[in-house]
């Protein structure tokens, strides 16, 4: 058996595969499970229980339901929640009247709705901002509000956040971008009781661009804090550094020998109609027409003679008209002196030898031409207090209320409104400047809206019926902030009717302010937060979207091209000039909130990024600065200035504007959080950084060339032209062409004016000798205060020493 079984022939071994040993296996497929099965699966696995065959019944088992079903109903039933309760808020809006409640509701319903985000908490909370009255036209905007949400039925849960009014914002990364601007409450980091120029200035607000000034100054320091000419650098960035106005120089007063005197009729005409054409349209306080015949009659000298009241509001006159040709020419406008005509208006505004007097429609008056004089002068404080004595007595007078009498005539009715409006125009100007909260509140008053006519059109037969008929006037004139879309756009076709004229120009003027006055209020109030103010943004820059679309053709700064983008145009009227920079300056007020440095995480150097909404606002503050400053010709022109603006406007306005173009370019690259919140990236917000820059270096030059007429505009350029040398070589800049201030250095020491850095903590300290007779303990008497002049005995009292107590 062993030898026939090794005689068996060999086994033959299969050939080698060709294909590599370790090849990778074909993925195994994978199972797919189905989370619910179906009816046929269901039917057969399902077995009846005992108790139910025992009994002879069908067997019934509840259809379950698997864990994202249970989310998916629980988020829309907090979603139907939701919805009901925006509805029960549009409810009790409506009930209650209150438009601008409304408003924000049915914003933030249709912009959630054409699927544009709303920021935040956009209805709660909302500041009352509408007048007391019934909202019958806002039924059709609410059914359609309602039937829009029942259609959409079910919201997304972000919604939520609009509504709740218990509701805790969620906590994002970019929640602290704008803590050093906004979320910082009104706080005094400074004395403004230290010294006289403390004093002269007052408290300044952050809506000021003097506080963004200071805040840029803080910026640059850091910026250049470790550079070598650490000294050279540094710029002193305190108030009174930043302060550009001229509150710290006190206006001489000029004793006239006798108060009653009449300039030479001509040059008194001559000064009238400068004041006619540069301040009456902002600010038209007198009846044209009867001031001309008063002013006719004071130079017939016949029997019966001008009162005092009246030569002191005429010396006021010629006192602001000398200032603005001052400053239109400069060389004949230095032979006379406006203070011989402040002097005699203070002279005669007082009645000799009363301690008391009742004041009535002249003084409101005085104080108002007071306050627009100091003004022009750069008196900004100064200004400001007297404007609040001048709203203070119009308002114990009840101008700031309809007057439906017939005590009054319908005319002397447009004058006293027109009066309150100038007040209340003025308020807004002075309240931008100094960043203090108004004085003046419009939900307090119920005067009617300036008629859009001029007085030589008072005889018309509808002016008439407006003048007389209180329904007619309150059906045609509307505020924009108050007016629903289809009351809008009656009123501005009813607007395009009549022909452009001084007074329309200052009806669209007050209606910009009443939505700046509300605007501010809410933005910048004494305790805004973040999340009050995102909200509130987009809902005031639809106002003023609907405000430019209401201008007339003839006043239209800005049109559309082919492709439905808005474009500016050349403004050739005065009136384009001064609305085009009053929007754009409001613009710049709105949206700067959120053009501020980024912040960094807590003991890192990570940069926060901000949102998109937040980039989109920083954006729109610096294009809109860059637009107006596009409104000044390329070449300074003094004569440009005298025919189209107020001068102390435009410098305001340049400054603002100048301002936020400085703290764009000293802004590197931001992160920017993208519309999900999940990717960063950087960008240089705003426009391109060369036309940043050449804007700049635009509105330095006009700067430097106001500078050879007016102090202030000269304290303003050295100011700026400091800041733009450090910030251009900071950001590897080029700042060549840019006006220089070596051919202000001279000029500067004989016109008087303090250095930047003259003011400071060490003007607080009093000599040791000096004893303190101050209100309070911080030593802070002016120098005349502390003028120490030898007491004497009041010889008429000396005879009580003999008597004993």
């Not at 007085?455 to 037969?461: K, M, T």
């Not at 909130?593 to 807590?602: A, E, G, M």
Request: one cysteine or more; aromatic letters at 8%.
């Amino acid at each position: 058996m062993t030898a026939h079984s090794d005689c068996r022939p060999a086994r033959v071994l299969a050939p080698f595969p060709s294909d590599p040993l370790f090849k990778p296996s074909p993925p195994v497929p994978r199972r797919t499970k189905q989370s619910n099965a179906c009816i046929a699966c269901k039917e057969r696995k399902t077995k009846p229980c005992d108790k139910c065959i025992s009994s002879g019944r069908n067997c019934v088992f509840v259809v379950g339901r698997d864990r994202r079903k249970k989310c998916a109903q629980r988020r829309a039933e907090q979603e139907l929640q939701t919805v009901l309760r925006m509805l029960d808020n549009i409810i009790e809006a409506f009930n209650a009247g209150d438009k601008t409640q409304l408003d924000c509701l049915l914003f933030a319903a249709r912009e959630y709705h054409s699927g544009r985000a709303v920021q935040d908490d956009i209805i709660t909370d909302t500041e009352q901002v509408s007048e007391t009255q019934i909202v019958d036209s806002r039924k059709q905007t609410f059914k359609e509000g309602v039937d829009d949400l029942a259609r959409d039925g079910l919201m997304s849960l972000r919604l939520q956040k609009y509504v709740s009014r218990s509701a805790t914002p969620i906590p994002t990364a970019s929640s602290s971008i704008s803590v050093e601007f906004l979320d910082e409450v009104d706080t005094l980091t400074e004395d403004p009781n230290r010294d006289d120029a403390s004093r002269a200035i007052g408290y300044i607000g952050k809506a000021s661009e003097i506080a963004w000034l200071q805040k840029l100054c803080t910026e640059v320091n850091k910026l250049n804090a470790d550079r070598d000419q650490h000294r050279l650098s540094h710029i002193e960035d305190s108030i009174t550094s930043m302060n550009y106005h001229l509150d710290h120089m006190r206006i001489p007063e000029t004793v006239s020998p006798e108060p009653r005197s009449l300039p030479p009729k001509q040059w008194a005409a001559h000064l009238l109609s400068f004041f006619f054409k540069s301040v009456s349209p902002s600010f038209p306080l007198i009846n044209k027409s009867l001031f001309n015949f008063q002013f006719d009659q004071a130079f017939t000298y016949s029997r019966t003679q001008p009162s005092r009241k009246w030569l002191a509001v005429f010396n006021l006159v010629l006192a602001v008209g000398f200032r603005c040709y001052r400053l239109s020419e400069p060389v004949s406008g230095g032979d006379t002196d406006d203070n011989v005509f402040l002097s005699r208006a203070i002279a005669l505004s007082t009645t000799p030898g009363t301690t008391s007097e009742y004041m009535g429609l002249y003084q409101v008056q005085i104080d108002l031409l007071l306050a627009i004089y100091y003004l022009s002068s750069g008196q900004v404080n100064q200004s400001w207090q007297a404007n609040g004595r001048a709203a203070r007595l119009a308002i114990s007078m009840g101008l700031n209320l309809r007057a439906d009498g017939n005590q009054i005539d319908p005319v002397s009715k447009e004058t006293r409104v027109r009066i309150w409006w100038s007040i209340f125009a003025l308020e807004h100007v002075l309240s931008s400047m100094t960043g203090r909260t108004p004085c003046v509140n419009y939900q307090s008053m119920s005067v009617y809206l300036p008629l859009p006519y001029d007085e030589a059109q008072f005889q018309l037969p509808e002016v008439e019926e407006l003048l007389k008929n209180a329904a007619s006037r309150e059906r045609r004139l509307r505020w924009t902030i108050h007016a629903s879309n289809t009351e809008l756009n009656a009123r501005d076709q009813w607007l395009r009717t009549i022909g452009s004229s001084q007074s329309l120009y200052f009806f669209h003027l007050v209606d910009l302010s009443v939505i700046m006055h509300a605007a501010t209020n809410v933005v910048y109030r004494v305790t805004a937060t973040t999340d009050r103010f995102r909200s509130k943004i987009p809902f005031y820059r639809g106002k003023l979207q609907s405000w430019l679309s209401s201008l007339q053709p003839a006043f239209a700064f800005t049109t559309y091209n082919d492709d439905d983008a808005r474009k500016n145009v050349a403004c050739d009227c005065r009136e384009q000039v001064g609305l085009a920079i009053a929007y754009y300056s409001s613009q710049i007020i709105l949206n700067r909130p959120c053009l501020t440095h980024p912040d960094f995480k807590n003991g890192t150097n990570i940069r926060i990024p901000r949102t998109r909404f937040e980039e989109d606002t920083a954006k729109s503050c610096v294009h809109f600065a860059l637009a107006l400053l596009s409104v000044l010709p390329d070449k300074p022109d003094i004569k440009w200035i005298s025919n189209m603006v107020p001068w102390w406007i435009l410098l305001h306005s340049i400054m603002r504007a100048l301002t936020v173009l400085l703290i764009q370019l000293s802004i590197s690259l931001v992160p920017v959080m993208t519309t999900y919140g999940e990717q960063k990236r950087e960008e240089n917000e705003g426009e391109g950084i060369e036309a940043v820059r050449d804007a700049s270096k635009k509105a330095l030059l006009w700067l430097h060339s106001m500078a050879s007429q007016d102090s202030s505009s000269k304290r303003a350029f050295h100011i700026c032209q400091r800041l733009f040398y450090l910030v251009a070589p900071a950001k590897a800049l080029d700042s060549k062409d840019a006006p220089s201030a070596v051919l202000l250095a001279g000029e500067e020491a004989s016109s008087g004016l303090q250095r930047l850095d003259s003011f400071g903590p060490g003007s607080m300290k009093l000599q040791e000798d000096v004893v303190n007779w101050g209100p309070d303990y911080t030593a802070s008497e002016s120098v005349d205060e502390q003028q120490q002049v030898p007491l004497s005995l009041d010889p008429v009292l000396l005879s009580f020493d003999s008597y004993e107590f």
